[in-house]
């Protein structure tokens, strides 16, 4: 409001920042009243997502700084399609193995505490194995289970950090 009333109407929305500003104001309005009416208050909100992009519209750095961002997007599209593929990969040989370590230790009980029953819980697993200190807690009942499969563990880990 304030931008509007010291730029003028004319100026103020010649700029596609301001117009999209404007526009995300509307419908935040209109989720405001919809949530006040009894009949539509437990549903979901649908402007909760929109309020990243309305403070990007507000501030210029932000702005050039996420426009720099969504430029460099497809130039590392090939180097997120190979890390995308070698997780899979390590996730099916992961799914394999350990299934297997599984069902002939009598240490290790079952699959589903490895958290390698399924290639999506291998994936999930060995992503989260990347991103966080969850090293103990996907690698160990695995290296309970049969210590050769650290192998496995040390070869992911030194593959994944120098792709």
């Known amino acids: 409001a304030a931008r509007l009333f010291m730029l003028g109407v004319r100026r103020f929305l010649r700029t596609r920042w301001h117009l999209l500003q404007l526009l995300l104001l509307g419908f935040?309005?209109?989720?405001v009243l919809m949530?006040?009416?009894?009949?539509?208050?437990?549903?979901?909100?649908f402007t909760r997502p929109m309020r990243a992009v309305f403070?990007?519209?507000?501030?210029?750095?932000?702005?050039?700084?996420?426009?720099?961002?969504?430029?460099?997007m497809p130039r590392m599209l090939d180097l997120?399609?190979?890390f995308?593929?070698?997780l899979l990969f390590f996730s099916w040989i992961a799914c394999l193995l350990f299934q297997w370590i599984a069902t002939s230790s009598p240490s290790a009980s079952?699959?589903?505490?490895?958290?390698?029953?399924?290639?999506?819980?291998?994936?999930?697993s060995l992503s989260m194995l990347l991103t966080s200190t969850?090293?103990?807690?996907?690698?160990?009942?695995?290296?309970?289970?049969?210590?050769a499969s650290?192998?496995?563990f040390i070869c992911f880990q030194a593959r994944a950090h120098v792709t």
């Open 134 to 147: 969850n090293f103990p807690d996907v690698a160990l009942p695995a290296y309970k289970g049969n210590r």
């Open 35 to 45: 949530a006040a009416s009894p009949a539509l208050w437990q549903r979901t909100h």
């Open 84 to 86: 995308g593929g070698l």
């Open 80 to 82: 997120l399609l190979l």
């Open 150 to 152: 650290m192998l496995f």
């Open 28 to 31: 935040m309005f209109s989720d």
């Open 110 to 124: 079952s699959a589903s505490v490895l958290g390698f029953e399924t290639l999506t819980a291998s994936f999930y």
């Open 55 to 72: 403070v990007v519209c507000s501030h210029r750095k932000l702005r050039d700084t996420s426009a720099a961002v969504l430029l460099m």
